[in-house]
């Protein structure tokens, strides 16, 4: 039975026939708690556990478990790259283009036809759909149904 979640992240760690790691533990615990998160967070996530801990072991941890299939890499906007552990569904990403906030989305049709698309010879293996806008903190409020000023108001 799996109880805590560096339990959790270990076994996934063994399914993808990876060695665990007290580092790779630590960085795929931090991902999961905190999804969309830039390689910095991370950082200072698995410092909080492993005192010490070296920039580049960190990086070299999101970088295999990318590779493996259990983090997915996501570049927005120009921004640093943030990393999830949503892997494996289609889903797609809001962006919030005031405070730069990202929220899965899921995919309004399922499955992920854009991948069967025929784009000039190519073989899809991966489309990514990302929204922007602004996110509920950033927007500014609705007026109210009661009175819109773009609606006509018959004089008489």
Known sequence: ???????????????????????????????????HTSAAAVLAAVSEVLPGVSHQAVYDCLADMTHAGLLRRLAVDGG??????RTHDNHHHCV?????????????IGAAL??????AGFVIDEAEVTYRGLCPTCAPPTPS????????????
Do not use: H, W
Not at 114 to 119: E, N, Q, Y
């Open 1 to 35: 039975m799996i109880d805590s979640p560096g339990q959790q992240s270990a076994a996934l760690i063994r399914m993808a026939a990876m060695r665990v790691t007290r580092q790779r533990v630590a960085v795929l615990d931090a991902v999961d708690a905190e999804p």
């Open 80 to 85: 640093p790259a943030l990393y999830e552990t």
């Open 145 to 156: 149904p009661m009175f819109n000023p773009s609606k006509e108001i018959p004089c008489g």
């Open 114 to 119: 854009c991948l069967v698309a025929d784009a």
């Open 96 to 108: 919030c283009r005031a405070c730069g906030l990202v929220v899965d989305v899921d995919c309004a």
